[in-house]
């Protein structure tokens, strides 16, 4: 019985993930339809009169939509915060100083905004972010002489490596594998550097072997937003948040709320309780569509965790549990490309409950949390069902699939080395 059970739980992966890939099944739909599924599946009752029983309704549903309530906090708070940064002006000075530091040869142009734009989404990400700062930097960088698809991979890089680094986005493994949040910050580092790195060898590769090729761009209309360049000290405040997480350890919600007052305080505008107001309703706006995935994973969650999934998984997870250093590399370096579209290494899709089956069946939490981080860095970057990736494409007039292509070796190469160095350091 267990075998058909099994079966039947990889079915419903396995259509799930085709749907999303066919793009006849969005990831906000397919994460509750599976976890209702599976757990279906696997013998759980929708409901039962026992109170203690595990149903359908109350634990996958109901306990599950409020499972990643820290991840969703962080990120509604992210996401006000960044609307914050753009009200004030400070996202619009900080580009206009990178492009002004850079001039207008392509590779200093480049990389200045590789620079800048990670630490822009370290501080706030989501589709609206992208959406403010490429349209602004893609346009520069184009008629500076960079392709069209070089600069919207910077954006696409920086974006992946603002993401690590995102206090916003932490609350996922916080959530996920139950590590508290020092442990998460004190592997950023690891995480983040090789994609950083790539990162930096893709451009120069792809700049210095291309032709210079300069046009013109017409800037969309945006947001009425400030003109003038802020005071100075008021651009550091989209690391505020950023250096009380990672170097004192201060709680998520916290951090960002000191960001959004620091960021006040220093750019003074005029109105400032009509930039907060607005920023909260435009904010949870922004990021309404990550905080419903949430929601979705969350149920999934708890859908894989149940003691009667978990009994019937349970042989094939521990297959996949590495047993030493060697098969932790090669397990999860060969098997990063299942992290695009939303596959079973996904955070954002199935790897939030593979993970964190993984880590119940007795790998190492820390070891299940870098290796899940270094291969959602491919997805982060190269997924054609991102939505922020489905923007660069039409934005730049690229085939979505043409960035996936130009990227993925690259990153793999940099989840390889992280996983390399993550061996020697975390217990396997």
């Known amino acids: 019985m267990e075998i058909v059970q099994a079966i039947g739980i990889f079915a419903i992966f396995a259509v799930c993930v085709v749907l999303m890939m066919m793009r ?83 590779l200093p142009i480049a990389l200045a905004f590789l620079v800048v734009c990670s630490l822009i989404f370290a501080a706030s990400n989501g589709l609206g972010m992208v959406i403010l700062v490429g349209t602004i930097i893609i346009p520069i960088m184009i008629s500076a002489g960079v392709s069209p698809m070089v600069a919207g991979a910077v954006l696409l890089f920086s974006n992946g490596i603002g993401v690590t680094f995102s206090v916003g986005t932490l609350g996922v493994y916080i959530d996920t594998l139950g590590l508290p949040l020092e442990t998460v910050t004190a592997y950023s580092w690891m995480c983040g550097i090789p994609l950083m790195v790539i990162a930096v060898v893709w451009i120069v590769f792809y700049i210095k072997r291309g032709t210079k ?54 750019a003074t505008p005029k109105n400032p309780v009509q930039v907060v107001t607005g920023s909260v309703v435009e904010g949870i706006q922004d990021t309404a569509g990550a905080a419903a995935l949430m929601i979705g994973i969350g149920m999934t969650l708890n859908a894989v965790m149940a003691p009667q999934v978990a009994t019937v998984l349970q042989p094939v997870i521990s297959a996949l549990i590495p047993t030493n250093e060697v098969m932790f590399v090669l397990i999860f370096g060969l098997l990063s490309v299942l992290a695009i579209y939303r596959g079973p290494l996904n955070v954002w899709g199935l790897g939030s409950g593979v993970v964190a089956l993984l880590a119940a069946s007795g790998m190492n939490p820390v070891a299940a949390m870098v290796a899940l981080r270094l291969d959602s860095n491919i997805q982060s970057v190269c997924d054609p069902t991102n939505s922020h990736n489905v923007w660069v494409s039409d934005f730049t007039k690229i085939d979505v699939n043409e960035y996936l292509k130009k990227t993925i070796l690259w990153i793999m190469v940099s989840t390889f080395v992280g996983l390399i160095v993550a061996s020697f350091f975390v217990a396997i």
Not at 225 to 248: C, D, G, M, Q, T
Request: proline share 7%; net charge positive; glycine share 8%.
């Open 213 to 266: 090729t300069r046009k013109a761009w017409a800037m969309p209309a945006s947001e009425p937003v400030a003109e003038k360049n802020v005071r100075a000290i008021a651009l550091i405040s989209p690391i505020i948040p950023v250096v009380l997480v990672f170097a004192f350890s201060m709680p998520l919600v916290p951090s960002i709320v000191i960001g959004i007052v620091a960021a006040l305080i220093l």
């Open 24 to 106: 006849k099944l969005p990831t906000i739909l397919a994460l509750p339809i599976m976890a209702v599924g599976i757990a279906l599946v696997a013998g759980i009752p929708f409901i039962s009169s026992d109170a203690e029983a595990f149903t359908v309704a109350k634990d996958v549903l109901e306990s599950g939509s409020m499972r990643m309530s820290t991840a969703i906090a962080g990120l509604f708070f992210g996401g006000i915060f960044g609307k914050v940064l753009t009200k004030v002006g400070v996202t619009r000075t900080i580009i206009r100083k990178a492009a002004e530091l850079a001039g207008d040869k392509p």
